[in-house]
T-cell receptor, first 114, second 115 residues
Framework: DAGVIQSPRHEVTEMGQEVTLRCKPI?????LFWYRQTMMRGLELLIY????????DSGMPEDRFSAKMPNASFSTLKIQPSEPRDSAVYFC????????????FGPGTRLTVT | DQQVKQNSPSLSVQEGRISILNCDYT??????FLWYKKYPAEGPTFLIS?????DKNEDGRFTVFLNKSAKHLSLHIVPSQPGDSAVYFC??????????????FGAGTQVVVTP
């Protein structure tokens, strides 16, 4: 398996523009997670899905952020409109529901909003 | 609120010696703990886990100890090798509760192994 795939790896955009981050989880994994990593806040969970259904989106910072999982092999995280404070590395991860419950992370998308 | 804390942002250790990384948590509902390792420009990768029914788990050079009464866990790496230089995150979750899958991560500890 190729692991969790994220695209793009790097995104530079101007404030106010829409940004869409994409993720393909590992086949067979029931759970998908979106994280954001910043120097100030570390690695924070934004939202996670179970069997394509959003379970907990309490970490989504504000209404400008939205996430979807239309099928078991694809998810998007959208920011509209983007702001400079959204600049961070965004990780997608997937896992099964079996011990040791480890999450497999993608390589991340480094987002820079100017 | 930070429910998982790694109070040492960095650790320098000589090759061959022991690295000890510490992690404290505040939520008594946490019953499953993971350690991850992260290299620059890569996502974190799973290292070792421990559930609250155990107080120790070992995998090769890596051992995790859990002290539930102190709400403290530690990761021991023996012997440390240059390839162990990375950021280490601990993560905790209440697997048996409603928030299954929701792991809280610590801020990470940067380990540098020197020759």
């Amino acid at each position: 398996d190729a692991g969790v795939i994220q695209s793009p790896r790097h995104e530079v955009t101007e404030m106010g523009q829409e940004v869409t981050l994409r993720c393909k989880p590992i086949s067979g994994h029931d759970y998908l997670f979106w994280y954001r990593q910043t120097m100030m806040r570390g690695l924070e969970l934004l939202i996670y899905f179970n069997n394509n259904v959003p379970i907990d989106d309490s970490g989504m910072p504000e209404d400008r952020f939205s996430a979807k999982m239309p099928n078991a092999s694809f998810s998007t995280l959208k920011i509209q409109p983007s702001e400079p404070r959204d600049s961070a590395v965004y990780f997608c991860a997937s896992s099964s529901d079996l011990p040791p419950y480890e999450q497999y992370f993608g390589p991340g998308t480094r987002l820079t909003v100017t | 609120d930070q429910q998982v804390k790694q109070n040492s942002p960095s650790l320098s250790v000589q090759e061959g010696r022991i690295s000890i990384l510490n992690c404290d948590y505040t939520n008594s509902m946490f019953d499953y703990f993971l350690w991850y390792k992260k290299y620059p420009a890569e996502g974190p990768t799973f290292l070792i886990s421990i559930s609250s029914i155990k107080d120790k788990n070992e995998d090769g050079r890596f051992t995790v100890f859990l002290n539930k009464s102190a709400k403290h866990l530690s990761l021991h790496i023996v012997p440390s090798q240059p390839g162990d230089s990375a950021v280490y995150f601990c993560a905790a979750s209440a697997v048996g509760g409603d928030s299954w899958g929701k792991f809280q991560f610590g801020a990470g500890t940067q380990v540098v192994v020197t020759p």
